[in-house]
DNA sequence: ACTGATATTTAGATAAGTCTAAAAATAGAT
DNA sequence: ATCTATTTTTAGACTTATCTAAATATCAGT
């Protein structure tokens, strides 16, 4: 039972927008997020439920059953394999890469994706750093980035630190950022580059200094 | 204005099969090719005829508009720039190739293919011998194949020969087949491996010996 | 708890592509 | 020239995916 191309869009920017949050993906978030209005939406969240693919309950939201996720996974890794042989062996700059992987990631035949992902040396990162989950959909252990340098929006995990003193150990562990703390990059500030983060159901700031020596998980 | 995988289909089959007579396609032929009902193909015609790819008149059969010829030939071309990559780069094996190429020439990225084909080292031939058209749409100078290996039903012409003794060429003269003759292959038989062919409005048989010393384009 | 704003769903319409069944045109044979 | 078989077109219906406008539910501030 293969699905549109349409519906695996959906699928996977379900996925994306599930992991900004516990609770179910919101109707209009999704209609933003694909460019198209909220009853069309509606439509095709039903039909998805129908499908097996996502659980519905009107006004709640959605979220992937283990069978959907299992096909926005697989898309993703589709999309960020193309990527990889777009950028790396076509000589494709890093935009234009984008558009066209949104389309070659529909092509659907497994044996195509074991072999490119043969032919590139099986990466574990596209050239941005995302990682490529396998062909059982796991991902590779998360790669690292400077809290200065993650997209807000994105819940991550403290994975460790650039700068060793003292004093940065104690400011950390006063703040609660102990490694292996998950929370939620808010928001960034252009005047200073400090960010907003949210742990343990409070808000806090950090400084640019704080955050260029904090690795978080990708 | 793109074109949707579906008129693109249509297009491609359009010049495939108006390259087996002169008269335009014809609405059932259109539909076992395309495995769909001809009321289908009526309806599709319509709209391409609408979209001035196709002209088209009622009961008259279907021809390409130069513009439709275009884009026929350019979902060739990626027919078979992709045949070249899934078999020389990925390692498929010959059968498999086809179905992914089918999915694969309609995406739609006009730097795609040029990188592509840069990548494959501008190639003339897929890997079956099928001339790919550059970029401009013109086909390389036809391969030759001998004539027990053409496909049948296909239009072709002498290109050659491989067996020079004078009786040879005295018994193709005898039978018109002279250098640049064009003809039509129209059935092989599978006993003895002669051919049917058709020139000048006369159809005569060719053995097996006969056929496999006859270079003709592919 | 009420009320206004916002988010979501429903109802009904449209366009693309397909199908079946019936009507119309063409081609072939007497 | 007429009849018949074949081809092609039309009419009407269905599915998928989309939209606008209207109805309904939820959320937030008082
Ligand atoms: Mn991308
Ligand atoms: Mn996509
Ligand atoms: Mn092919
Ligand atoms: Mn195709």
Do not use: C
């Amino acid at each position: 039972m293969a699905q549109s191309f349409t519906e695996e869009n959906y699928l996977k920017h379900i996925y994306k927008l599930s992991r900004k949050s516990d609770k179910g993906v919101s109707t209009n978030a999704l209609a933003e997020r694909l460019e198209t209005k909220a009853s069309s939406v509606t439509d095709m969240i039903k039909k998805l439920a129908a499908k097996k693919l996502v659980d519905y309950k009107k006004y709640q939201g959605v979220t992937l059953t283990n069978k959907g996720l299992k096909i926005a996974v697989d898309i993703i890794r589709k999309h960020r394999l193309w990527e990889v042989f777009l950028l790396e062996h076509l000589g494709f700059g890093g935009t234009e890469v984008h558009e066209v992987a949104e389309e070659l990631e529909h092509i659907n035949s497994p044996e195509l994706v074991e072999r490119l992902d043969k032919f590139l040396g099986y990466p574990k990162y596209d050239p941005h750093g995302g990682p490529i989950p396998d062909n059982k959909g796991v991902f590779p252990a998360p790669a690292r980035v400077r809290l200065n340098e993650l997209e807000t929006g994105k819940k991550t995990k403290v994975m460790g630190i650039a700068e060793h003193s003292n004093a940065f150990l104690a400011h950390l562990k006063k703040l609660g950022l102990e490694l292996g703390q998950e929370f939620l990059l808010k928001e960034r500030f252009d005047f200073d580059h400090s960010v907003e983060i949210e742990l343990n159901d409070k808000t806090i700031q950090l400084s640019h200094d704080v955050a260029k020596n904090i690795f978080v998980a990708y």
